[in-house]
């Protein structure tokens, strides 16, 4: 019953979003609103029954209602309902109706937001999410169906794969589904102001505050993915260039350097169609993301089903790349004739280089991931691309982009001025200066990571140095207190010093990155109880093994009492879980965070519980945890870049 | 001149989607043995009877040596046409070996019963055995000739055809270029 509710829903939505697609070129065609109004309706409806899809197979997990396959294959009878619920998004079929869930919630606020306004640019913008949504439904309806029964219904289900039950994992495949959808929204209103050629900066103002949350759940998806493989994978690692992670990351890239970019097309009518590039590769990243997922067509870690699902998503990505460029090709006269710019040193000089430097790492983590294929088509040679490969070419990328970052914000608009450069950077670039030094005279000697630091203090000091000086004229011409002038100065200005913030955020994730990239210690050991490891600053001693049964597995649990210098901290008990339908146990592994570093302590293996013998590996990765504060700082500095101030809008011309 | 763009435009983006699909045709996980051609590494198994065999010690021989496992399905399609191979094969200087990993005794001893398996059989304990293969599923079979040289390795379920034609090849001390395959589980 529940099925045929589910898969009803499924082909309703899709013959629905197959009129989306109808309906908008009759709107253009016979100039009929009723078309247009029917498209919206249509929009509407695949909501409604996507939600009750979704509803559905949700209520088939909650229930246990095993005569669902895909049920069967991911709940057993002891999963706890939160993650009968996240089932959801625990394999294939699930994750792709949770996809489209998504897709038509944004696509059904956009009709109802715009319903009043853009009404040129509408019926294109709603056809494009129609075209989207066709698809993603298509697949769910006919390809990878969430609603196949299973007759007879077995007793229990097989359960979901055991590192997924996480709660990080929860939270991580939403997120990132949310900011790969997110992206939609952008590149549909691009891809309608392509068709009707009105190629001004409509499109871009209305959808700012769209890319921007589609921006920072990316963000997030790919934190929380780092999290998650950071304290369940056990390896002490937080990213290790998998396909399957890059496939994540990449299309943040082009995301981001939309974002800047887009400001030098609002305030000097320029880079338009790089714009439209940006956010179009942005796009269809999202959906080679899936494809290089879902296809098997790479090696990764990450092992996932594949089937049918891949050629369909290389179909799809065919249709929205030679759609999309081919369109941009088409339109390209309707964007030339834009002025050169005044000078090289210019904040529209430094949006350049970002995302000259954002694009060229992208190309190069591409095609690190997608080496292995070229490699073996073109000269027939089997090579495997790993870290070390992805951490030299992007570090240099990276870190220059950390310099961009400091100087972007601040140089001028047009032609920046010798007083402008030493008025925001002198005092700035000499305090990170200094500071290099103490760290230089202190313990660090290597230049990577040296000049990491430096830069990083250098973005912070002119964020400082600069709002510092913002205040202090607040108060000045308005005798504000501290607290109010910046309160003032953020609601003023919420674009920019949003922004900074996000900048101060992304500066701590580049100081854990740094730090753990750089400082790690490992050791490992075997040892008997009342034995210790010394690790750095710390002292690991062995206290005892246990076995306990648990709900879905057998855990294994090591006690270790850790000492920092010779002080007695708490007890660790990293634990290896043995599930019945898995050949080789999970191990969970346990760490202690601080803001200095953490140590992670990993149980790589015991002899029989009663001999009470353990090895384990231990790690101390020193300011770690910046990466995941620097997080929050971003969603933070995010919400004050879209909040909805009233009276002095965020909207206002003379922001920067 | 939009028609011009257009073509550059499709001809840019069509070699990229041609590599993606290229990608279908391939198995990334597909890593070729090189351990076809080479001395097959020596071991020491104990068997389900009791006895202990040294791979040395059936020097002169030749020998083929299946990687099973009792949950392992496709081991289960292919336990008959094995058994049956072995029965027309033992009095031709030939011995048949099943080694059992990641398993348990009592599953594979039930195994052994279920489908009457009367050649030789042992357990790889401490999976070593498997290691020093370069096991990846099961089943795996090697075909080893008197030399001690392992002539062919087949992954996944042989039939009864190849193995036939394998030992007589491994008789005449003819290496395969490439392992066979079959359906197969993997244990990674």
Redesign the interface.
């Known amino acids: 019953m529940t099925a045929t509710i589910g898969h009803s829903c499924v082909v309703i939505a899709f013959l629905l979003a197959i009129w989306g697609i109808i309906a908008p070129l009759l709107t253009y065609k016979t100039g009929r609103e009723a078309f247009f109004a029917s498209t919206r309706a249509g929009i509407l409806g695949q909501f409604l029954l996507v939600t009750v899809a979704s509803s559905a197979l949700i209520y088939a997990l909650v229930t246990a209602d095993f005569s669902i396959k895909y049920v069967a294959f991911n709940t057993t009878r002891a999963t706890p309902v939160y993650y009968r619920v996240t089932g959801l998004w625990g394999a294939l079929e699930g994750s792709l109706l949770l996809w489209e869930w998504l897709l038509v919630i944004f696509s059904g606020l956009v009709a109802w937001i715009y319903k009043d306004r853009h009404r040129e640019l509408m019926p294109w913008v709603l056809l494009i999410f129609s075209i989207v949504s066709a698809f993603f439904l298509a697949v769910i309806a006919f390809a990878s169906n969430p609603f196949e029964v299973l007759s007879p219904p077995p007793a229990d289900g097989r359960g979901l794969n055991p590192l997924l039950e996480d709660a990080n994992m929860i939270t991580h495949p939403p997120l990132l589904y949310t900011g790969f959808v997110g992206l939609t929204v952008p590149y549909a209103f691009a891809m309608a102001a392509l068709i009707i050629g009105r190629l001004d900066e409509a499109w871009i103002k209305t959808t700012r505050r769209w890319t921007i949350t589609a921006w920072c759940f990316l963000t997030m998806g790919n934190l929380v993915g780092a999290w998650w493989s950071y304290h369940v994978l056990g390896w002490g690692g937080y990213w290790a260039w998998d396909p399957v992670e890059n496939a994540a990351f990449m299309p943040w890239l082009p995301a981001t350097a939309f974002l800047h970019s887009v400001q030098v097309q609002e305030r000097r009518s320029r880079l338009k169609a790089w714009n439209l590039f940006l956010i179009i590769i942005a796009f269809s990243l999202t959906i080679f993301g899936t494809f290089l997922t879902r296809s098997g067509i790479l090696s990764s870690i990450h092992a996932f089903s594949s089937g049918p699902v891949g050629t369909l998503f290389l179909s799809f990505l065919a249709l929205v790349l030679l759609g999309s460029f081919g369109l941009l090709a088409y339109r390209m006269d309707h964007l030339r004739g834009q002025p050169e710019f005044d000078s090289m040193i210019s904040r529209e000089s430094a949006f350049l280089l970002n995302n000259v430097v954002l694009v060229s790492a992208l190309f190069t983590i591409f095609l690190g991931t997608i080496f292995p294929l070229l490699s073996e088509a073109i000269a027939g040679v089997q090579v495997s691309v790993g870290a070390p490969y992805f951490n030299s070419v992007t570090v240099p990328l990276f870190l220059s982009l950390v310099f961009l970052m400091a100087l972007g914000p601040m140089i001028a608009w047009r032609r920046a001025s010798w007083n402008n450069l030493k008025r925001n950077f002198l005092w700035p670039a000499l305090a990170s200066i200094g500071v290099a030094l103490l760290l230089f005279v202190w313990a660090i000697r290597d230049f990577l990571p040296l000049l990491g630091f430096m830069l990083s203090a250098f973005v912070a000091f002119t964020i400082f140095f600069d709002t510092a000086r913002a205040v202090r004229a607040r108060r000045r011409i308005a005798g504000e207190r501290i607290a109010t002038a910046l309160g003032t100065l953020v609601r003023r200005n919420q674009r920019r010093y949003g922004g900074l913030v996000v900048h101060l955020g992304i500066v701590l994730i580049a100081l854990g990155i740094a730090g753990s990239m750089s400082y790690s210690i490992e050791r490992q050991a075997t040892l008997e109880v009342g034995q210790s490891l010394a690790i750095g600053p710390y002292k690991v001693r062995f206290e005892g093994l246990r076995g306990l049964q648990q709900p879905t597995h057998f855990r294994v649990e090591a006690t270790f009492r850790v000492f920092n210098n010779g002080d007695e901290s708490r007890l660790y008990s990293p634990a290896l879980k043995f599930f019945p339908n898995q050949q080789a146990p999970v191990g969970r592994a346990e760490f202690q965070s601080t803001l200095a570093d953490d140590l992670y302590i990993i149980l790589s293996g015991f002899s029989e519980v009663g001999k009470n013998q353990a090895t384990l590996k231990a790690l101390v990765r020193p300011l770690v945890a910046w990466i995941w504060i620097g997080g929050v700082v971003i969603v933070f500095g995010t919400i004050i870049a879209i909040w909805p101030f009233r009276g002095e809008s965020g909207e206002r011309k003379d922001e920067s | 001149m ?1 028609w011009r ?2 073509l ?3 001809l ?2 069509l070699p ?2 041609w ?6 045709t ?1 198995d ?2 597909y ?1 070729a043995s090189p351990l076809i051609g080479r001395q097959a590494p020596d071991f020491r198994v104990l068997l389900f009877d009791g006895k202990e065999l040294k791979l040395e010690e059936i020097r002169g021989k030749i020998v083929f040596v299946n990687f099973w496992a009792s949950w392992c399905v496709p081991c289960r399609e292919e336990a008959r046409d094995l058994e049956a191979a072995w029965q027309r094969l033992k009095d031709k200087n030939v011995v048949f070996l099943g080694i059992n990993i ?1 398993d348990r005794q009592e599953d594979a001893t039930k195994f052994l019963r279920e489908f009457n398996v009367t050649y030789p059989n042992g357990r790889d304990l401490s999976g070593r055995i498997a290691i020093d293969y370069g096991v990846w599923g099961v089943p795996e079979t090697f075909f080893i000739d008197s030399s001690g040289k392992i002539t062919y390795k087949h992954v996944g379920t042989p039939g009864a055809e190849t193995i036939m034609v394998k030992v007589e090849e491994a008789r005449e001390g003819l290496v395969s270029a490439k392992e066979g395959k079959g359906s197969y589980q993997s ?1 990674r």
């Open positions: 939009p763009r257009l550059i435009t499709f840019l983006i990229l989607l590599l993606l699909a290229y990608g279908f391939r990334p996980r890593i990641q244990i």
